[in-house]
């Protein structure tokens, strides 16, 4: 299964794309593929990760929908091949 990665600001700068292609073999949890991204990506992992764990600053979206880390055990169906992270929002 091909799965399309979404990154914005700061995770677009740090990875040098804006999208990414990851290729599974079945569909993958959501936590999978977040891990995945940070393995081809060490300089996303000290962002996503910073503390050990998933920084729940960020968000992911499965297709249209919000995926909070306690739910990344989840599989991605066939339908829901685009996976977007997104940074955290300040707004004033």
Do not use: H, W
């Amino acid at each position: 299964m091909r799965i399309e990665i979404r990154l914005f600001a700061n995770l677009r700068e740090k990875a040098g794309t804006g999208t990414l292609f990851l290729e599974f073999g079945e569909p993958p949890t959501v936590g999978q593929v977040v891990g995945r991204v940070a393995e081809e990506c060490p300089l996303l992992k000290e962002v996503l990760f910073a503390d050990g764990g998933f920084d729940d600053r960020y968000k992911v979206l499965v297709g249209s929908r919000l995926v909070y880390p306690e739910r990344f055990s989840e599989r991605i169906t066939e339908g829901e091949s685009r996976v977007a992270i997104l940074p955290p929002v300040s707004g004033g």
